[in-house]
């Protein structure tokens, strides 16, 4: 049996949200709303998931329940600070006493800053960083996720973009953890390939990140292994055969779990890279992680080997040397699946390298990668992937 020692149980675990997870879950949303004395409804979704017609069972839940609503649809990927302040102008002119949140972690992510500005004023620009916020809010904020990938749902955590300085900025803070997140597998079917892939991606980076980082913990580590054992097991399977029940239940709790644990033990160097890459040429976030976390893994596996033999052996691979494989495993998994392997293939000019590389300093999430990389190394992984 492998010793403990006393100080590896010495942390704290806080997850404010409350999960609720089942297929076909959302079909009543409209009775759990009332439940909550909710009777005015901010609804945040975007054009694409409507066009999907998606929304339509909720709605019509809604109206069945006597809720009114208002929809704000004007989320685009990877939302602007811009787009946080349209929405909170809009939520502020009326009295709405709930804000419901549908879609991917661009939805989501907007439906968070709308609450903290509300709440807090200014911009949602002002907060970025760690434990800025000051007031809770005391509107409930419900999340319904449509992919498999941001764990946004059940986290701390809102990225957004600043256009203006071509970065993306991440507000973290308890006061932006939602009041409920209800998972409902079947949003997710028929989800295209190409969105899968790339939520895909994000939500087994989470768990890779987060078992590797300096600020991971038992609970977290656990969270992070089944979240990698299960989307490494799905992912490929939910890709190319997308209304797969299995499969979609398997990616939906994956994500799940992979953002209990990241919302604990953070990220690092892909998601802190991944954040400079977006914000200098657009490249969506989860093409952005999945072109860096081969080359990451590689990277974090020369100090953490033991680790690295982990994720190995959860992908289930069992070549020696394993510490070796996990990268290779990533990497071929990266391409079962359909999404790029090299910055050039998706326009990323070789001349941008070097602000990307500098501008990955600016990511909170550096700082707990496992091994603490120079601009140089940095550049180096960029040019490696190029």
């Known amino acids: 049996m492998e010793t403990v020692k006393t100080n590896d149980f010495e942390f704290s675990f806080h997850l404010p949200t409350l999960i609720e997870f089942g297929y076909g879950k959302t079909s009543h949303i409209g ?24 929304l339509t069972p909720l709605t019509q839940s809604l109206q069945d329940s006597n809720i009114h609503y208002d929809f704000y649809l004007d989320v685009e990927p990877d939302p602007s600070i811009e787009t946080i302040d349209k929405g909170t102008e809009l939520f502020s002119s009326n009295y709405y006493d709930c804000i419901l949140a549908v879609g991917g972690g661009s939805a989501i992510d907007t439906a968070k800053g709308i609450r903290v500005v509300a709440t807090n004023g200014g911009s949602i620009g002002d907060y970025a960083g760690v434990n800025r916020i000051d007031k809770a809010s005391e509107i409930p904020l419900v999340t319904i996720p449509t992919t498999s990938g941001t764990g946004s749902e059940v986290t701390i955590f809102g990225v957004y973009s600043d256009w203006n300085n071509n970065v993306k900025v991440t507000v973290t803070s308890q006061h932006m953890a939602p009041t409920i997140a209800i998972v409902d597998p079947k949003l997710t079917m028929g989800l295209p390939q190409k969105m899968t892939a790339g939520s895909g991606i994000d939500a087994l980076a989470h768990g890779i990140e987060t078992f590797f980082s300096v600020r991971s913990c038992p609970s977290s580590d656990a969270l992070a292994k089944e979240a990698i054992a299960i989307v490494g097991n799905h992912l490929k399977r939910a890709v190319h055969e997308g209304n797969d029940e299995e499969a979609r239940i398997g990616m939906s709790h994956g ?48 100090v953490c080997p033991d680790k690295a033999a982990t994720i190995s052996e959860l992908l289930g691979v069992n070549e020696e040397p394993l510490e070796q494989k996990a990268a290779l495993a990533v990497t071929e998994l990266v391409k079962d699946i359909g999404l790029p392997t090299r910055l050039r293939d998706v326009n990323v000019s070789e001349t941008k390298l070097p602000d990307i590389a500098r501008d990955s300093f600016k990511s909170g999430m550096m700082k707990f990668n496992p091994r603490q990389p120079s601009e140089v190394e940095v550049l180096e992984l960029l040019n490696r992937v190029y």
Do not use: W, Y
């Open 255 to 302: 994500s799940l779990l992979a953002g209990m644990a990241f919302n604990n033990g953070f990220l690092g160097l892909a998601h802190a890279i991944g954040s400079a890459l977006s914000g200098h040429c657009h490249v969506p976030h989860g093409i952005a992680i999945g072109l860096l976390l081969p080359h990451v893994i590689e990277f974090n596996s020369i």
């Open 31 to 54: 009775k759990r709303l009332l439940q909550l004395g909710v009777q005015n409804v901010f609804f945040v979704s975007d054009s694409g998931v409507q066009a999907t017609g998606l």
